[in-house]
């Protein structure tokens, strides 16, 4: 497996979803801050601890690459992906999500090992 996308609910300003990444359970909290028009995501493990908190999203920007000191956090990366190729304005209330302008996508630690350079 290569790309995961994660189902978020688009619209919904603060809302939460389980999902399996690489064989273990993660919780995924999302927060809409509407005075930045921004949204930030945590990652809490299965018993809802917070291993990361409130990235700020970005797209076409990995999301986990600073945080992979901690054995707890997915061995991939995650990057809101652009579905329109040029717009880098991130991701709005309205517009993230699975099908819209910006998708949340998870990229196996098997594929993004391929771009990782050896010193």
């Not at 709005?92 to 949340?104: K, M």
């Amino acid at each position: 497996m290569a790309a995961v996308l994660i189902k978020n609910s688009p619209g919904e300003p603060y809302h939460s979803i389980r999902t399996r990444l690489e064989g273990r359970d993660y919780i995924l909290h999302f927060a809409y801050n509407q005075r930045e028009a921004r949204w930030y995501l945590s990652i809490h493990d299965d018993e809802d601890i917070a291993l990361v908190q409130s990235i700020k999203l970005v797209t076409n920007w990995p999301l986990l690459r600073f945080y992979h000191h901690d054995p707890r956090v997915p061995p991939g990366d995650m990057m809101v992906i652009d579905q329109t190729n040029g717009d880098k304005a991130p991701p709005g209330l309205d517009d993230f999500g699975p099908g819209l302008r910006c998708e949340l996508t998870y990229f196996t630690s098997d594929y993004t090992s391929q771009f990782v350079s050896v010193a």
